[in-house]
C-alpha cells in the first residue's frame, strides 16, 4: 500500500510570500488531515476533511491559511501571506474514515520563513 | 492551554533495559489515548492505543498503562532496542461520533528516547 505522499519536502520562503503545500493520501481514505508541528511541540490540527467537505477548521487561521480538497482526493494548503511563525513542518495524514485515529502521516513539508 | 502534557522532553536507557515515557492530560472527556513513534525526516507512525474502558493494552515489546483517576498514561518498552530511539508522542481524543473533536488528535510535545546499545 502507497502511503502518504507530500510534497515539497523542503521550502524556504520570505515572509510575506505565499507558499502551497500538496498532499495525496492514501487511495481510498475519505479522512483527510492537515496539521501544523511547530519545533518542540506536537502537531496541531489545522483542518479535517471528510471527502471533500470541512469537518473542521477552528483551528487554521483563515485570514492567510486555505485549504482545499478537490474530489475528495488530493488537497492543497496554502500560506499567503506568510509570517516568520508559520515556520514549521505541515504533516497531511489520512485515515479510511473519520473515527480511525491509527492514521496514516506523511513525511511532511519543512517551511523555513526567512 | 496544554491538554496533553509530555514533561520529559528526553529518556535515555540501556539496551535491554525498560524504557517508561509518561503523558498527562487535563480534559476528563478523553476517553481515547494514542502512542506515535517519529524518525527524523518522517511522519508520526501509529504505534499503540487505549481505550478509557481498559487500563493496559500489549502489543509486543509495548504496553501502555492508563490511571483515568490520574489522568495518566504511560508506555512501557521492554526489552529497549536501539531502533526504538525516536521521538515519542502521546495523543488523545474523543471518540463518539458526532462530538466536535471526532477524528482530532491533541498531541504532546513529545520525548526523544535515546537507547544506547
Known amino acids: 500500500e502507497a502511503g502518504v505522499a507530500q510534497s515539497p519536502r523542503y521550502k524556504i520562503i520570505e515572509k510575506r510570500q505565499s507558499v502551497a503545500f500538496w498532499c495525496n493520501p492514501i487511495?481510498?481514505?475519505?479522512?483527510l488531515y492537515w496539521y501544523q508541528q511547530i519545533l518542540g511541540q506536537g502537531p496541531k490540527l489545522l483542518i479535517q476533511?471528510?471527502?471533500?467537505?470541512?469537518?473542521?477548521d477552528s483551528q487554521l487561521p483563515k485570514d492567510r491559511f486555505s485549504a482545499e480538497r478537490l474530489k475528495g482526493v488530493d488537497s492543497t494548503l496554502k500560506i499567503q501571506p506568510a509570517k516568520l511563525e508559520d515556520s514549521a513542518v505541515y504533516l497531511c495524514?489520512?485515515?479510511?474514515?473519520?473515527?480511525?485515529?491509527?492514521?496514516?502521516f506523511g513525511s511532511g513539508t519543512r517551511l523555513t520563513v526567512v | 492551554d496544554q491538554q496533553v502534557k509530555q514533561n520529559s522532553p528526553s529518556l535515555s536507557v540501556q539496551e535491554g533495559r525498560i524504557s517508561i515515557l509518561n503523558c498527562d492530560y487535563t480534559?476528563?472527556?478523553?476517553?481515547?489515548f494514542l502512542w506515535y513513534k517519529k524518525y527524523p525526516a518522517e511522519g508520526p507512525t501509529f504505534l499503540i492505543s487505549?481505550?478509557?474502558?481498559?487500563d493496559k493494552n500489549e502489543d509486543g515489546r509495548f504496553t501502555v498503562f492508563l490511571n483515568k483517576s490520574a489522568k495518566h498514561l504511560s508506555l512501557h518498552i521492554v526489552p529497549s532496542q536501539p531502533g526504538d530511539s525516536a521521538v515519542y508522542f502521546c495523543?488523545?481524543?474523543?471518540?463518539?461520533?458526532?462530538?466536535?473533536?471526532?477524528?482530532?488528535?491533541?498531541f504532546g510535545q513529545g520525548t526523544i528516547l535515546t537507547v544506547h546499545p
Open positions: 476533511f471528510q471527502n471533500n467537505g470541512v469537518v473542521d
Open positions: 495523543a488523545a481524543t474523543l471518540s463518539f461520533a458526532g462530538g466536535t473533536s471526532y477524528g482530532k488528535l491533541t
Open positions: 487511495s481510498g481514505h475519505a479522512t
Open positions: 495524514a489520512s485515515s479510511p474514515w473519520t473515527g480511525d485515529y491509527g492514521y496514516t
Open positions: 487505549i481505550s478509557s474502558i481498559k
Open positions: 480534559n476528563s472527556m478523553f476517553d481515547y
